[in-house]
């Protein structure tokens, strides 16, 4: 089966939901799903299909990289670990790859609700990805 056709789901999803710049390419064995999301609800959805095809992320064959508009609407939230700096990950899940960290007792900008534990979010340093809602309070 070809990986457009495994993940044509997603795909009408992110067209329908209105991905800007839908960029879809397969490469190695790799499918390469790009665009930037008009809000951080419509990334969610993106991820939890992805999900329902691929349980768990596990297969491999697929990045999915879309970022949300920095037009959309956003909220600052502090970053409270302990004392060490937060993950930021590609997906909502702590087996989905570290993109980036945001340091302890700083600033991210809050972008979407994933579920109860994930939050999607943006660092200062423009790194977006997924964290666990545990080391957040909102400003």
């Known amino acids: 089966m070809a ?9 009408t999803k992110a067209n329908s939901l209105g991905v800007s710049n839908l960029s879809v390419r397969e490469q ?4 390469y799903i790009q665009g ?10 993106l ?16 990045i999915l990289d879309v970022n949300v508009s920095p037009d959309a609407p956003s909220s600052e939230y502090k970053v409270t670990t302990q004392s060490s700096n937060l993950n930021i990950r590609k997906g909502p899940g702590t087996d989905q790859e570290i993109i980036g ?7 991210v900008t809050f972008l979407s609700k994933y579920n109860d534990d994930w939050y ?10 997924y ?8 400003i």
Not at 36 to 45: C, I, R, W
Not at 121 to 126: F, L, Q, T, V
């Open 3 to 11: 990986l457009q056709d495994k993940y044509s789901e997603l795909i």
């Open 28 to 31: 190695n064995d790799v499918l």
């Open 36 to 45: 930037e999301a008009p809000n951080g609800e419509v990334k969610d959805q």
């Open 47 to 62: 991820w939890s299909t992805y999900n329902s095809i691929d349980p768990d992320f596990k297969s491999g064959d697929l």
């Open 101 to 107: 960290k945001a340091a302890h007792q700083s600033t």
């Open 120 to 129: 999607l979010i943006r660092s200062a340093e423009g790194v977006e990805g």
């Open 131 to 138: 964290c666990n809602t545990e080391y957040l309070t909102a």
